[in-house]
């Protein structure tokens, strides 16, 4: 049986199931099982894809989020790249055993990874004209010979200018579909995955017009069915995507988190210089990024990178170049701290209903330089920034332009297959459970660097022989010739 | 000619016609023999609906367009299906696709290739519709929404009630009370299996002869009077999650003392909302409906199963069959009063079914009069063709003088008083054995439920068809090709010329094989026998389905009295041209010639009959 998974970045349960109008991916849901899934923390594009190939976890993985500290030092800060991970992906396994695989977009994937089939970049690849981004490196003129200039990625997304936005969007994700349907249709292969990164930017792009909640929220909006609107178009795509399959394929829609609205960010570091905890030699008179501010590294104990969550480090002494906490003193300072932030304030004095988790809790192992806590800033309501100067700890405005919506801790799956064992809403279901259940459908090993647990487990029939004919087939016969008057 | 006006009267038969036309009691069709002519047009083998249409379509034999029957078989299974259309599925994640079954190059292909429009309606076999240049609206084969010709709902407060042929059964409680609740049944639920519903509250008025029945459907409270049919109810149907789909129905109240009888017809497709589609354009349909109101979408839409199980009388189908009648000649008037040029063309099928359900009344010997007789009942088939004469008049008054005007019928009309059991023949000849433990009679079943196929050479499904066990095409073949000839000179032989042992009639004048009146591709999908009934003389009920019950013959003691599905020579039907033609050998497959030659376009390829104008 073949594996086809179709990734759509940032899908929330809530606008995929049971909504009307989408009646490819209804389809999909009632010839299988579907429901929430639970990501991973923290829930972002990178890792969150590569533990859902992987089954592993970020700190088994050893990567935080797209930047991760490559050494102690201040500021030493790498991007992730396709390199950063390279653990047993569910497409190596496939490859174990002898059968071909396509990846198209799965984050990270620039520089291309070789597989046994086809890889094309993701939205990382800093340039499709000039880079080499899939491998093999002839498919890069297939593709410039089916849609011309490959978009991977809407460059600018957080821009104010919502139309060019829009057509930006829907401009790359047709092309994306286009390029799809093509290696679906003319190449081998026994698993497919791709991911489609535009449902993430329209989320970001319009979430306040659509979320009648969001404090930016304006009623009546000639955006407000935007996002409606490309959940539509990704519903029409996958009745494309229908045409070419072949009988005998598991089909998977699944996200690698879910979305909700922003209600504010939470200047992170400028809460760390009111509770001491960051020392600055200046307070800077500007709004300033955390990289360019002028740091006191003997006096500061935390410092913080912001984002869609919180990475929070500590100065510790023998560690970092200027330590100042001392290593008998960390758990200490580290519980004390997770609690003052769980316990922090909205602009109005309301609790923020914060999470912090320490990695060595949540994770199997903890490879590279993790961060000492992760936080998530009123649930994921509340993006953290980075930035000093605002003279204020909760904002309006996002450091890196306008971003109206965060991740979520739910994303969504739609598992449907011949045969498949499992049917209706499951609940339970994680993001690391995804890589096995899909080796066990295929009827391949899975390897034990895999920590999820299959959905089907010892459930998946395989080629079971299509039932004889019953009475349920002459029934269908007799409702079609009810009432024809020649015959009684 | 600019435009070309065809008139289509279901099963019109000549002996009937020609009398009344000569007493001056169709002055209509009078006025087009007058100014072209009238012959008999000969009919196909079988002599049925959906063959005959589709040849008069595709001006093709049977083996040119691939309906050979209202029933097919699979070789594989040995299983009767609906020959008209299927449904594909090609993976579990598209939805179904309905595919028309019948092939071939229509003469409305033909047209919209050469830019001429056609406007089709109700033509059968012309479901799912086609691509056409203009508009069409399929006719016989769109199924009701429970998939089927059509299943009606009989609602009653009796005692015992139980589910006749083709229908459901919902017993309601009255005891003295006002209001009734219950439901309508719906489609099935294809995963459940269960039947979806409607909650609906029947509120009964007994004082003033009505019941109002209250849903949330539109209207939201419908009123049915007693011996009236009532104006349509929209329902929606709903399953899953956010799916749902529409229908509509319609209600007689039969009584509501003592008993408490209320027959709901089948749940037919909403014209602008069809589970599969059902016009081309998709909204021609719906626009349509909008236009003349809401119409019968079911490929059959009159309620012969209703009087047929006794559920409504004689009165009752006939005014449906005139609500019928009158909402076609709507559909009918409306697209005449647009038609600029090119083939309009539509289907009257009411004439058919009326005859059908009161031929025994002509007939007082009829096995299925019960000794009883009906004298207001005998001119019913009269009094309906001069209905289809007015309707005939009032299509003429859009022809002028460069408009060909033709009405024809697709076969002609004959007496059913007795069933064949072909099957019980064969079992009886050596053609066809059953399995040790299986007798013929009831407990045979149906489907060819307990043949066993090792010894079986030969079987009969539909409506005349007889089917060789044919190695390498059934899959428990067991005659060789080299015994075919053999065996099929064997059933001839046996078959023809059978006589009726109780009425010392003639029951069959011949067997034919397909290659002596089938050419063209699809001629592998045929019966390889075909039987010519006499007058009087069917297939049995059973035997269309694969029944194998006793004996030989039986009477036919259905209100379904009369048939035509009988030596076709015996029921050739009726051609009228407003122009003068050639109609000694007049034959369904020079119809669509006829048409082309008329409006200025070649013929299609593979007609095979020749334009008829003088």
Same mark, same amino acid.
């Given at each position: 049986?073949?594996?086809?998974?179709?990734?759509?970045?940032?899908?929330?349960?809530?606008?995929?199931?049971?909504?009307?109008?989408?009646?490819?991916?209804?389809?999909?849901?009632?010839?299988?099982?579907?429901?929430?899934?639970?990501?991973?923390?923290?829930?972002?594009?990178?890792?969150?894809?590569?533990?859902?190939?992987?089954?592993?976890?970020?700190?088994?993985?050893?990567?935080?989020?797209?930047?991760?500290?490559?050494?102690?030092?201040? &500021?030493?800060?790498?991007?992730?790249?396709?390199?950063?991970?390279?653990?047993?992906?569910?497409?190596?396994?496939?490859?174990?055993?002898?059968?071909?695989?396509?990846?198209?977009?799965?984050?990270?994937?620039?520089?291309?990874?070789?597989?046994?089939?086809?890889?094309?970049?993701?939205?990382?690849?800093?340039?499709?004209?000039?880079?080499?981004?899939?491998?093999?490196?002839?498919?890069?003129?297939?593709?410039?010979?089916?849609?011309?200039?490959?978009?991977?990625?809407?460059?600018?997304?957080?821009?104010?200018?919502?139309?060019?936005?829009?057509?930006?969007?829907?401009?790359?994700?047709?092309?994306?579909?286009?390029?799809?349907?093509?290696?679906?249709?003319?190449?081998?292969?026994?698993?497919?995955?791709?991911?489609?990164?535009?449902?993430?930017?329209?989320?970001?792009?319009?979430?306040?017009?659509?979320?009648?909640?969001? *404090?930016?929220?304006?009623?009546?909006?000639?955006?407000?069915?935007?996002?409606?609107?490309?959940?539509?178009?990704?519903?029409?795509?996958?009745?494309?995507?229908?045409?070419?399959?072949?009988?005998?394929?598991?089909?998977?829609?699944?996200?690698?988190?879910?979305?909700?609205?922003?209600?504010?960010?939470?200047?992170?570091?400028?809460?760390?210089?009111?509770?001491?905890?960051?020392?600055?030699?200046?307070?800077?008179?500007?709004?300033?990024?955390?990289?360019?501010?002028?740091?006191?590294?003997? #006096?500061? #104990? *935390?410092?913080?990178?912001?984002?869609?969550?919180?990475?929070?480090?500590?100065?510790?002494?023998?560690?970092?170049?200027?330590?100042?906490?001392?290593?008998?003193?960390?758990?200490?300072?580290?519980?004390?701290?997770?609690?003052?932030?769980?316990?922090?304030?909205?602009?109005? &004095?309301?609790?923020?209903?914060?999470?912090?988790?320490?990695?060595?809790?949540?994770?199997?192992?903890?490879?590279?330089?993790?961060?000492?806590?992760?936080?998530?800033?009123?649930?994921?309501?509340?993006?953290?920034?980075?930035?000093?100067?605002?003279?204020?700890?909760?904002?309006?405005?996002?450091?890196?332009?306008?971003?109206?919506?965060?991740?979520?801790?739910?994303?969504?799956?739609?598992?449907?297959?011949?045969?498949?064992?499992?049917?209706?809403?499951?609940?339970?279901?994680?993001?690391?459970?995804?890589?096995?259940?899909?080796?066990?459908?295929?009827?391949?090993?899975?390897?034990?660097?895999?920590?999820?647990?299959?959905?089907?487990?010892?459930?998946?029939?395989?080629?079971?022989?299509?039932?004889?004919?019953?009475?349920?087939?002459?029934?269908?016969?007799?409702?079609?010739?009810?009432?024809?008057?020649?015959?009684? | $000619?600019?435009?070309?006006?065809?008139?289509?009267?279901?099963?019109?038969? @000549?002996?009937?016609?020609? @009398?009344?036309?000569?007493?001056?009691?169709?002055?209509?069709?009078?006025?087009?023999?007058?100014?072209?002519?009238?012959?008999?047009?000969? !009919?196909?083998?079988?002599?049925? !609906?959906?063959?005959?249409?589709?040849?008069?379509?595709?001006?093709?034999?049977?083996?040119?367009?691939?309906?050979?029957?209202?029933?097919?078989?699979?070789?594989?299974?040995?299983?009767?299906?609906?020959?008209?259309?299927?449904?594909?599925?090609?993976?579990?994640?598209?939805?179904?696709?309905?595919?028309?079954?019948?092939?071939?190059?229509?003469?409305?292909?033909?047209?919209?290739?050469?830019?001429? @429009?056609?406007?089709?309606?109700?033509?059968?076999?012309?479901?799912?519709?086609?691509?056409?240049?203009?508009?069409?609206?399929?006719?016989?084969?769109?199924?009701?929404?429970?998939?089927?010709?059509?299943?009606?709902?009989?609602?009653?407060?009796?005692?015992?009630?139980?589910?006749?042929?083709?229908?459901?059964?919902?017993?309601?409680?009255?005891?003295?009370?006002?209001?009734?609740?219950?439901?309508?049944?719906?489609? %099935?639920?294809?995963?459940? %299996?269960?039947?979806?519903?409607?909650?609906?509250?029947?509120?009964?008025?007994?004082?003033?002869?009505?019941?109002?029945?209250?849903?949330?459907?539109?209207?939201?409270?419908?009123?049915?009077?007693?011996?009236?049919?009532?104006?349509?109810?929209?329902?929606?149907?709903?399953?899953?999650?956010?799916?749902?789909?529409?229908?509509?129905?319609?209600?007689?109240?039969?009584?509501?003392?003592?008993?408490?009888?209320?027959?709901?017809?089948?749940?037919?497709?909403? @014209?602008?909302?069809?589970?599969?589609?059902?016009?081309?354009?998709?909204?021609?349909?719906?626009?349509?409906?909008?236009?003349?109101?809401?119409?019968?979408?079911?490929?059959?839409?009159?309620?012969?199963? +209703?009087?047929?199980?006794?559920?409504?009388?004689?009165?009752?189908?006939?005014?449906?069959?005139?609500?019928?009648?009158?909402?076609?000649?709507?559909?009918?008037?409306?697209?005449?009063?647009?038609?600029?040029?090119?083939?309009?063309?539509?289907?009257?099928?009411?004439?058919?079914?009326?005859?059908?359900?009161?031929?025994?009344?002509?007939?007082? +010997?009829?096995?299925?009069?019960?000794?009883?007789?009906?004298?207001?009942?005998?001119?019913?088939?009269?009094?309906?063709?001069?209905?289809?004469?007015?309707?005939?008049?009032?299509?003429? /008054?859009?022809?002028?003088?460069?408009?060909?005007?033709?009405?024809?019928?697709?076969?002609?009309?004959?007496?059913?008083?007795?069933?064949?059991?072909?099957?019980?023949? =064969?079992?009886?000849?050596?053609?066809?054995?059953?399995?040790?433990? /299986?007798?013929?009679?009831?407990?045979?079943?149906?489907?060819?439920?307990?043949?066993?196929?090792?010894?079986?050479?030969?079987?009969?499904?539909?409506?005349?068809?007889?089917?060789?066990?044919?190695?390498?095409?059934?899959?428990?073949?067991?005659?060789?090709?080299?015994?075919?000839?053999?065996?099929?000179?064997?059933?001839?032989?046996?078959?023809?010329?059978?006589?009726?042992?109780?009425?010392? !009639?003639?029951?069959?004048?011949?067997?034919?094989? %397909?290659?002596?009146?089938?050419?063209?591709?699809?001629?592998?999908?045929?019966?390889?026998?075909?039987?010519?009934?006499?007058? +009087?003389?069917?297939?049995?009920?059973?035997?269309?389905? +694969?029944?194998?019950?006793?004996?030989?013959?039986?009477?036919?003691?259905?209100?379904?009295?009369?048939?035509?599905?009988?030596?076709?020579?015996?029921?050739?039907?009726?051609?009228? $041209?407003?122009?003068?033609?050639?109609?000694?050998?007049?034959? =369904?497959?020079?119809? /669509?010639?006829?048409?082309?030659?008329?409006?200025?376009?070649?013929?299609?390829?593979?007609?095979?009959?020749?334009?008829?104008?003088?």
């Amino acid at each position: 049986m073949k594996i086809l998974v179709i990734g759509l970045d940032c899908a929330a349960p809530e606008l995929l199931f049971g909504v009307a109008g989408l009646s490819n991916f209804r389809r999909l849901m009632e010839n299988g099982c579907y429901g929430r899934l639970e990501s991973v923390i923290p829930p972002i594009t990178v890792p969150a894809w590569m533990c859902m190939s992987t089954s592993q976890d970020p700190g088994s993985l050893g990567v935080y989020g797209f930047r991760n500290r490559t050494s102690y030092a201040y &500021g030493d800060l790498g991007i992730a790249n396709s390199r950063s991970i390279q653990e047993l992906a569910i497409w190596d396994q496939v490859a174990r055993e002898g059968k071909k695989a396509n990846i198209i977009g799965v984050p990270p994937s620039f520089p291309p990874r070789k597989v046994n089939g086809i890889s094309v970049g993701c939205f990382l690849t800093p340039d499709t004209k000039a880079d080499t981004y899939t491998h093999p490196a002839e498919v890069k003129d297939e593709i410039a010979a089916l849609v011309g200039e490959y978009p991977v990625d809407v460059k600018g997304f957080r821009t104010d200018r919502k139309d060019w936005l829009k057509d930006q969007i829907y401009d790359m994700s047709r092309k994306h579909f286009e390029v799809v349907r093509h290696y679906l249709r003319r190449s081998d292969w026994d698993y497919f995955q791709f991911v489609e990164i535009g449902l993430d930017r329209i989320h970001h792009g319009f979430w306040k017009y659509h979320d009648p909640k969001h *404090v930016q929220h304006e009623p009546g909006s000639p955006y407000a069915d935007v996002i409606r609107d490309y959940y539509r178009y990704l519903d029409m795509e996958l009745g494309r995507i229908f045409e070419v399959l072949s009988d005998d394929t598991a089909v998977l829609v699944v996200s690698d988190h879910g979305a909700q609205r922003l209600d504010g960010g939470f200047c992170v570091n400028e809460w760390l210089v009111r509770e001491g905890l960051l020392v600055l030699h200046e307070y800077p008179k500007t709004v300033t990024p955390f990289a360019k501010l002028s740091v006191n590294w003997e #006096k500061t #104990k *935390v410092w913080s990178e912001g984002g869609y969550y919180a990475r929070i480090f500590f100065n510790v002494k023998g560690r970092e170049p200027s330590g100042v906490i001392d290593k008998v003193d960390y758990e200490e300072f580290r519980d004390e701290l997770q609690a003052r932030l769980e316990a922090t304030v909205d602009d109005r &004095g309301r609790p923020l209903g914060t999470l912090v988790f320490q990695p060595h809790e949540i994770y199997k192992t903890v490879r590279n330089i993790a961060p000492d806590l992760i936080v998530h800033f009123g649930g994921l309501y509340w993006r953290s920034i980075g930035g000093v100067g605002y003279r204020a700890i909760h904002v309006q405005e996002n450091d890196t332009g306008p971003d109206d919506c965060n991740h979520a801790q739910f994303g969504a799956f739609i598992l449907a297959a011949p045969s498949i064992p499992l049917r209706g809403e499951i609940s339970g279901a994680r993001l690391l459970d995804i890589a096995p259940t899909l080796l066990e459908l295929g009827g391949y090993d899975v390897p034990s660097s895999m920590q999820g647990r299959s959905l089907v487990r010892g459930r998946a029939s395989s080629n079971s022989a299509a039932p004889p004919l019953s009475i349920d087939e002459e029934e269908i016969i007799r409702q079609r010739l009810s009432g024809l008057g020649y015959i009684s | $000619m600019k435009r070309v006006i065809v008139i289509g009267l279901d099963g019109l038969e @000549p002996k009937i016609v020609e @009398p009344m036309l000569n007493a001056g009691e169709l002055p209509h069709l009078a006025r087009v023999r007058a100014a072209g002519g009238y012959a008999r047009v000969r !009919t196909t083998f079988p002599a049925q !609906t959906p063959v005959a249409w589709s040849t008069f379509a595709t001006g093709t034999n049977p083996g040119g367009h691939g309906i050979f029957d209202f029933i097919r078989r699979n070789p594989v299974t040995y299983l009767p299906d609906i020959a008209l259309n299927r449904y594909e599925q090609r993976n579990a994640f598209l939805p179904p696709k309905a595919v028309n079954l019948r092939r071939g190059q229509t003469v409305w292909d033909v047209l919209s290739e050469a830019g001429v @429009p056609s406007t089709i309606i109700r033509c059968p076999c012309t479901y799912p519709p086609d691509d056409v240049r203009g508009r069409m609206l399929s006719g016989m084969g769109v199924p009701d929404l429970r998939g089927g010709f059509g299943t009606p709902t009989f609602y009653s407060s009796a005692e015992k009630l139980d589910a006749r042929e083709s229908e459901s059964v919902v017993s309601v409680a009255t005891n003295g009370r006002d209001t009734i609740r219950t439901h309508i049944v719906g489609p %099935r639920n294809p995963q459940t %299996r269960s039947d979806l519903r409607v909650d609906i509250e029947l509120d009964l008025h007994p004082s003033a002869n009505k019941v109002v029945v209250r849903s949330e459907g539109q209207p939201r409270a419908l009123e049915v009077r007693q011996g009236e049919w009532s104006p349509w109810l929209r329902v929606k149907f709903k399953f899953g999650m956010l799916q749902s789909v529409n229908g509509i129905i319609r209600f007689y109240l039969v009584q509501l003392e003592p008993a408490f009888e209320l027959y709901a017809s089948p749940i037919n497709f909403a @014209p602008d909302a069809p589970l599969f589609p059902i016009s081309s354009p998709s909204e021609y349909a719906g626009e349509l409906a909008r236009q003349v109101g809401t119409f019968y979408t079911a490929g059959m839409v009159e309620d012969h199963t +209703g009087l047929n199980n006794g559920r409504i009388d004689e009165a009752a189908y006939l005014a449906q069959c005139g609500e019928v009648l009158a909402e076609r000649e709507r559909m009918m008037l409306h697209e005449l009063d647009r038609l600029e040029r090119g083939l309009f063309f539509i289907l009257f099928d009411t004439p058919d079914r009326i005859q059908h359900m009161f031929w025994r009344f002509r007939e007082p +010997g009829h096995p299925a009069n019960n000794g009883g007789s009906c004298k207001e009942m005998t001119r019913v088939i009269e009094d309906h063709y001069r209905r289809c004469d007015d309707i005939v008049g009032r299509a003429l /008054a859009h022809a002028d003088e460069d408009t060909l005007c033709i009405v024809l019928s697709d076969h002609g009309f004959n007496s059913f008083q007795r069933g064949v059991h072909l099957n019980t023949w =064969l079992l009886d000849h050596g053609f066809l054995a059953l399995r040790t433990d /299986a007798r013929a009679g009831t407990e045979a079943g149906d489907f060819l439920r307990h043949v066993d196929w090792s010894r079986t050479r030969a079987y009969a499904l539909g409506l005349g068809g007889i089917y060789l066990n044919l190695r390498g095409r059934e899959a428990e073949g067991v005659v060789a090709a080299t015994e075919v000839e053999q065996v099929k000179a064997a059933i001839k032989h046996g078959l023809t010329g059978q006589v009726d042992p109780e009425r010392a !009639t003639l029951a069959i004048r011949g067997v034919v094989a %397909r290659e002596e009146v089938y050419s063209g591709p699809l001629v592998g999908e045929a019966p390889d026998l075909l039987v010519n009934f006499a007058p +009087g003389y069917r297939s049995s009920w059973a035997t269309a389905l +694969g029944g194998v019950p006793l004996g030989h013959f039986e009477d036919n003691v259905k209100k379904w009295g009369g048939d035509h599905v009988i030596d076709p020579k015996l029921v050739p039907g009726v051609l009228f $041209m407003n122009r003068r033609f050639r109609g000694d050998k007049a034959s =369904l497959v020079d119809l /669509a010639p006829t048409i082309l030659s008329a409006l200025g376009v070649p013929k299609g390829q593979a007609m095979e009959g020749e334009a008829l104008l003088a």
